[in-house]
């Protein structure tokens, strides 16, 4: 069974940083593309980064670019997402999952549940 453990989120002020954590398991996690998500209450999934099965980072998007950066650990089946410079439009709940495109959607209907971002002053 695929599954996805997210952490590392919590409450940080606009301008701090903040490292997250996932933990893959159940597929052949060097195969794949990883990406971050994030979903913010009354806004559909969106694609955050994604990097490559060798750790090309391939895509940042454009709201996060600059201050958010995607790395992977193959040997351990992680992926991370550090985050610096937070806007309060950064409060989301962010996931992991193999990226399908930039659009948000996702190889493996099953996701983690998620870490809480919340930027807020």
């Known amino acids: 069974q695929v599954q996805f453990v997210e952490s590392g989120g919590g409450l940080v002020q606009p301008g701090g940083s903040l490292r997250l954590s996932c933990s893959a398991s159940?597929?052949?996690?060097?195969?794949?593309?990883m990406g971050w998500f994030r979903q913010a209450p009354g806004n559909q999934r969106e694609l955050v980064a994604t990097?490559?099965?060798?750790?090309?980072?391939?895509y940042v998007g454009d709201s996060v670019k600059g201050r958010f950066s995607i790395s992977r650990d193959n040997a351990k089946n992680t992926i991370t997402l550090q985050m610096s410079s937070l806007k309060l439009e950064d409060t989301a709940v962010y996931y992991c999952?193999?990226?399908?495109?930039?659009?948000?959607?996702?190889?493996?209907?099953?996701w983690g549940q998620g870490t809480q971002v919340t930027v807020s002053s």
């Open positions: 159940g597929f052949a996690f060097n195969n794949y593309n």
């Open positions: 990097i490559t099965s060798a750790g090309v980072i391939i």
């Open positions: 999952n193999v990226p399908l495109g930039y659009s948000g959607s996702s190889l493996y209907a099953s």
